[in-house]
């Protein structure tokens, strides 16, 4: 089973307005304080979780790469001591695109980081401030070509079904986006999460999101230039050429153990859901009295562990092979899925079935809270 490490770095320079990770403004951070506590919560999950080389670690947040890159190099090389990487072990850093975090990129290689997901999120000046974003688009091309010099794999995100974005406006600004030559492509339409100033905006009438029928015609143009370009969807969002798919993320979408540190962090480990305090104050606090940073820890029975993987590895382009879903948690597929919505969804053009294997179609994808609550059984009965 692949084992994977979550980093989670919480500080911002500034809160965009349509975030809800766990992202705070402060005015100083005591990186060396910092360090400490990362490596005490490191090492806390080594003694319940270790014995098995790292395939993967994921630095997440937030902006980690405000990160000095001494304290990227530090951690890195504590997890080596603790874990041992696997040979081809994948190390994921989360960037801004702006010229000030460009300028750390070679020293962030040289302290192991080997793979940068860059946040250019538009390639529109004017979209970039309605997203709250710090950089022009300018930056982020520089940062871009930076990235690729000094990293083996480059990914960046774009956020599309803006209010009042066309078909043509995305099939222009994708297209460029496909011009610049990356691995890896995650491409999220904007969702009005809970919470947020965008929340807050479209409850006070300031701009109205766009709406569902034009949000699905983008998607169609997304799986279309994408696959085009030969890099498919590998699962809703993202996509990559075959075998540079984010090998962090296919642990959470597959379900296999992962091991989260910092704050708000999540975690699964031998059946055990873990998570971590938010504030980083209360992480901190609890770091110094506890020697790790854990608000909660659950058990999870095979019945929960089952559905929460149906529900991620049906997120994927592979989908889960039920037999063997089945046998690692001791469910029939007829006790996991609703066969008779199943056929439907498969009769509708949004489900498929093959060769043992289930999934969602690319019609499917657009709608798939949807369809999980329609053909995930919410109470797993046993055999």
């Known amino acids: 089973m692949a084992r994977a490490l ?37 090492d806390f999950e080594a003694e319940l979780a270790g014995g098995e080389a790292l395939t993967s670690i994921f630095f997440g947040g937030g902006t980690p790469s405000l990160m000095p890159p001494s304290l990227v190099a530090g951690l890195i090389e504590h997890a080596a001591q603790k874990w041992g990487f696997a040979p081809d072990v994948e190390i994921t850093l989360e960037a ?17 980081v080997n793979r940068i997901s860059l946040g250019l999120q538009s390639l529109d000046n004017d979209q970039l401030a309605f997203l709250g974003r ?4 300018e930056e982020s091309l520089a940062a871009l070509e930076i990235a690729q010099n000094a990293f083996k794999r480059v990914s960046f995100d774009l956020i599309y079904a803006r209010p009042g974005q066309t078909v043509g406006q ?77 090998r962090h993320n296919l642990t959470y979408w597959r379900y296999q153990d992962y091991i989260g540190i910092g704050p708000g962090a999540h975690g699964r480990r031998g059946g055990k859901a873990t998570l971590r305090h938010k504030k980083p104050e209360n992480w901190l606090d609890q770091v110094a009295s506890a020697g790790h940073g854990i608000k909660e820890t659950r058990s999870l029975d095979l019945a929960e562990q089952a559905s929460e993987g149906l529900l991620m590895g049906l997120r994927l382009a592979e989908g889960i092979n039920a037999a063997q879903f089945g046998e690692r948690f001791g469910f029939r597929t007829a006790d996991m899925i609703d066969a008779q919505r199943f056929k439907l969804m498969q009769d509708l053009g949004l489900a498929w079935a093959e060769k043992g294997r289930i999934g969602l179609t690319a019609r499917g994808m657009p709608v798939l809270d949807g369809l999980l609550g329609e053909i995930v059984k919410t109470e797993l009965v046993s055999p």
Request: glycine fraction near 6%; include cysteine; charged fraction near 20%.
């Open 6 to 42: 979550y980093i989670h770095w919480p500080f911002c320079l500034k809160k965009c307005p349509y975030c809800d990770f766990n992202s705070h403004v402060r005015d100083g951070v005591d990186y060396a304080a910092w360090q400490d506590a990362l490596i005490a919560d490191m």
């Open 170 to 246: 995305w099939r222009s600004e994708l297209g460029r986006a496909l011009g610049f030559g990356t691995d890896h492509l995650s491409l999220y339409q904007l969702t009005i999460e809970p919470n947020t100033r965008f929340a807050t905006d479209v409850r006070r009438g300031v701009f109205s999101p766009l709406d569902d029928d034009p949000s699905a015609d983008l998607f169609e143009v997304t799986r279309e230039l994408t696959a085009a370009a030969g890099l498919p969807a590998y699962e809703v969002s993202n996509h990559a050429f075959e075998g540079q798919e984010s």
């Open 134 to 137: 710090l950089h022009s688009v």
């Open 96 to 112: 801004n695109p702006s010229s000030v975090e460009a300028a750390k990129f070679s020293d962030l290689a040289l302290a192991g």
